[in-house]
């Protein structure tokens, strides 16, 4: 493993050494969507650690909740519009990060469920569409945060993925192979800025998440998967903050947590 810099050494200890990030520190947290949604759990874990987070989701009125619902909770939190499939769309996101800063951790979050569709029936602006969600948001998100954290000290990058960018299934192909990409994307990261003491490529591969959205996308699972088979949001956005506070020289790259039960 390589060394980290002298620079990163000063930087107060984190996150070479474990723990909790600097309380003074900026968590930006991208593709957030519904209250319910794993976005919004890691944003209100990471608040309840000390961090002032930045929720950034394309519906006004879903981060809003969000952010309210951490403010509740004791937190702070600030809500920006804005599409993390475009550099257009990051802006103004970007800006209230470097206003608040200095940018600590970053996680990219956007996914979504209803891009099942068969190769015959699948055009090429859908895969387009899905790819630049899935795979270059991710890259967009880490290139804007690795650019920060490079002369601050470090930071933390990371990224939800999914069992489909392990294992790809029939009519998922363009989501799979984003997917696939987002974990590309991350572990070049890692490689490029690991000896910068940026800990990045950590991708947390979940399986399926116990809640309405995977009801409706497949309705089939709420009869094959027992309860204790499934993943809740809490406990993703724990693993989230368990990886984050880890000391250098136990960093996971990438760690899954799917469950072992019957595939859907």
């Not at 996150?15 to 949604?37: C, E, L, R, Y």
């Amino acid at each position: 493993m390589a060394q980290p810099t002298e620079e990163a050494q000063n930087f107060g200890g984190w996150p070479v050494n474990g723990g909790a990030p600097p309380a003074d520190g900026v968590a930006w947290v991208v593709g957030v969507g519904a209250k319910q949604g794993t976005g919004a759990a890691v944003a209100r874990r990471f608040a309840a650690g000390g961090l002032h987070v930045v929720v950034t989701g394309r519906t006004k009125e879903k981060i809003a909740e969000v952010v309210e619902d951490i403010r509740s909770r004791g937190g702070r939190a600030t809500a920006v519009v804005g599409d993390a499939g475009t550099e257009a769309g990051l802006q103004e996101s970007l800006a209230t990060v470097d206003e608040l800063g200095p940018l600590v951790v970053a996680t990219y979050n956007a996914g979504g469920s209803q891009w099942r569709s068969s190769m015959l029936d699948m055009d090429a602006e859908f895969f387009e569409s899905v790819w630049r969600t899935n795979c270059f948001g991710a890259f967009l998100t880490g290139r804007e945060s690795a650019r920060r954290m490079v002369g601050r000290g470090g930071g933390a990058i990371l990224f939800t993925g999914s069992v489909s960018g392990v294992i790809a299934r029939p009519k998922l192909a363009a989501y799979a192979s984003a997917k696939f990409g987002q974990r590309a994307v991350a572990q070049a990261l890692a490689r490029e800025f690991g000896p910068r003491n940026i800990h990045v490529a950590n991708i947390i591969v979940h399986g399926p998440i116990d809640g309405d959205r995977l009801n409706s996308a497949f309705p089939q699972a709420k009869d094959r998967r027992p309860k204790d088979g499934m993943l809740d949001i809490e406990q993703i956005a724990e693993t989230f903050w368990q990886v984050l506070v880890q000391p250098r020289t136990a960093w996971t790259q990438e760690m899954d947590i799917r469950p072992y039960c019957e595939e859907f």
